[in-house]
């Protein structure tokens, strides 16, 4: 758990391979984000409730199952919008593409309610949000940037030391490789980043030690 002004984040850890998901919580207005929830949706709305938050958005960095497995379920109990990378919005939709059959044995398909394309701005629960299309781990990955607080919420596309995979439908590792490299150049070095797995970074450790840099 970090927070830095308004913001207050929390991590959870879920599902098979332990998805790291945040709820972003505007600590004045008692609203919160929810990024990545892939599994667990009763683990993540005990969490809110904890909190005392009200949920507004379920953003997804990308389609994969371990990704966006408790969406269903949460967007019916709280009534709220889903947001993901417009390429993404197909394999969303395909179950083979998603990999709930192939690496999770059990098919599901969702569609969201709102499609996201590169330098979008967001304002949602008392945050304003820039959109960065990263494709390579999958087509519509996105990745989010809170330039208030200066804190990057990459998916699956940067991770502390590495990058994400490439080798599933729609991964390209050139393409990959741009985007992680243009996160490195655009964003200030100070920037805090939270993975889709394993541990935080930040945009200057990721500049000086990532082979991919």
């Not at 009534?79 to 919005?89: F, L």
């Not at 044995?105 to 969201?112: I, R, V, Y």
């Not at 920037?191 to 541990?199: C, I, K, S, W």
Request: hydrophobic share 35%; aromatic share 8%; proline share 6%.
């Amino acid at each position: 758990m970090s927070e830095a002004k308004k913001m207050k984040l929390v991590e959870l850890h879920l599902g098979p391979i332990r998805t790291n998901c945040y709820l972003v919580i505007q600590t004045e207005k008692k609203e919160a984000l929810i990024i990545d929830p892939g599994d667990g949706a009763a683990t993540v709305a005990a969490k809110l409730t904890e909190e005392g938050v009200t949920p507004k958005a379920i953003l997804l960095t990308h389609g994969h199952r371990d990704h966006i497995g408790a969406v269903p379920e949460l967007r019916k109990h709280y009534g709220i919008p889903v947001y993901v990378g417009a390429e993404d919005q197909e394999m969303l939709g395909d179950a083979d593409k998603n990999l709930s059959t192939g690496l999770f044995g059990k098919p599901m398909t969702l569609q969201a309610d709102q499609l996201l394309k590169d330098k979008d701005q967001l304002e949602l629960a008392g945050f304003s949000i820039q959109v960065f299309h990263t494709p390579g781990h999958t087509p519509g990955g996105c990745c989010f940037y809170f330039p208030e607080e200066q804190v990057l919420f990459s998916g699956d596309t940067l991770f502390c030391g590495s990058v994400g995979r490439t080798d599933f439908p729609g991964g390209s590792s050139s393409a990959l490789v741009t985007s992680v490299r243009r996160l490195l150049k655009e964003l200030p070095a100070e920037t805090e980043v939270y993975p889709g797995h394993e541990n935080d970074t930040s945009i200057e450790q990721e500049r000086c030690w990532n082979p991919y840099a």
